[in-house]
C-alpha cells in the first residue's frame, strides 16, 4: 500500500499544470542577514573599536498582487534582529543590537512563469520602524544598556532582490535569491552617545519565500 501511494504521489507530480502567477501571493519569508551599521566616527576609532562580521536575520509575511503574469506590486512586513558587533584591541567588543519591523513596497517581475524553474526579482523603498536598541556587553558583567532613545524611529531606504522561482505544484511556488537593502537615512540621532555622523544600515542575505497564488481572472 505505501508503494502504490508513493507512485501515485510522483504520478501526479509529474502531470502538467497550470502554474498561475497573475493573481493575489500571499506567504512567509526568512532570510538569514549579515548586517552592518557603518558610522566615520565608528571606523576612526581604529583599534580600540573595529567591525566585526555580524549576523541577523528577518522574517514574516509577503503580499502582492500581480497585474500580469510578469508584474505586481506589494509590500513585506518583516521582524528584523540586526546591528553591529565590534572588537577592542582585537578582543571581543560591545555587540549594538537593533529590531526593526520593516516594511518593503516593492515591485515584482518575472520571465515566464510556465516554466518550473524562472527569474524573479523585486526593488523599491523600505520604511524601518524602530521597535528597540541596546548595547550588550560580552563578558555578561555589565547590564544591557537601552540606547532607543539614541536611534532614529524611522530609517528609510532602498531594497533590492533577485532568484529564482520554482513551481511547485498549481498554485505554490518557492522563491530563492539574493536580499539586500541600505538605508538613506541615520540610524542614529545627532548629538548622542554615537556622534554627530551619520549611520547607515546595510544589510545582505539569503531570501526564502513560500508562497501561494490566489489567481484572479
Not at 582585537?90 to 527569474?119: A, C, M, R, W
Not at 548595547?135 to 524611529?153: H, M, N
Not at 511547485?168 to 530563492?176: C, D, G, L, Q, S
Request: glycine fraction near 14%; charge should be negative; charged fraction near 15%.
Amino acid at each position: 500500500m505505501k508503494k502504490l501511494v508513493l507512485i501515485a504521489a510522483a504520478f501526479m507530480l509529474m502531470l502538467p499544470a497550470a502554474f498561475a502567477q497573475k493573481g493575489l501571493h500571499a506567504g512567509l519569508k526568512v532570510t538569514p542577514i549579515t548586517t552592518w551599521m557603518f558610522n566615520s566616527d565608528f571606523s576612526d576609532a581604529g583599534d580600540e573599536l573595529d567591525y566585526k562580521t555580524t549576523f541577523g536575520y528577518t522574517l514574516g509575511a509577503t503580499l502582492n498582487y500581480h497585474f500580469t503574469d510578469g508584474f505586481g506590486l506589494g509590500a513585506d512586513f518583516l521582524y528584523s534582529s540586526q546591528g553591529q558587533n565590534f572588537t577592542s584591541f582585537g578582543e571581543d567588543g560591545s555587540k549594538l543590537q537593533v529590531k526593526y519591523l520593516k516594511i518593503p513596497i516593492l515591485l515584482h517581475f518575472n520571465t515566464n512563469s510556465e516554466e518550473v524553474v524562472y527569474f524573479q526579482g523585486n526593488f523599491g523603498p523600505q520604511f524601518g520602524l524602530l521597535l528597540s536598541g541596546n548595547i550588550e556587553d560580552p563578558t555578561g558583567f555589565i547590564p544591557d544598556i537601552d540606547v532607543k532613545d539614541e536611534l532614529e524611529g524611522l530609517n528609510i531606504g532602498l531594497v533590492l532582490g533577485f532568484g529564482l522561482g520554482f513551481n511547485v505544484h498549481e498554485n505554490f511556488k518557492i522563491n530563492a535569491g539574493l536580499r539586500f537593502d541600505g538605508a538613506l537615512t541615520s540610524a542614529t540621532t545627532e548629538g548622542g552617545i554615537f556622534g554627530d555622523e551619520k549611520t547607515t544600515n546595510v544589510t545582505g542575505g539569503v531570501e526564502l519565500g513560500f508562497i501561494y497564488v490566489l489567481p484572479i481572472d
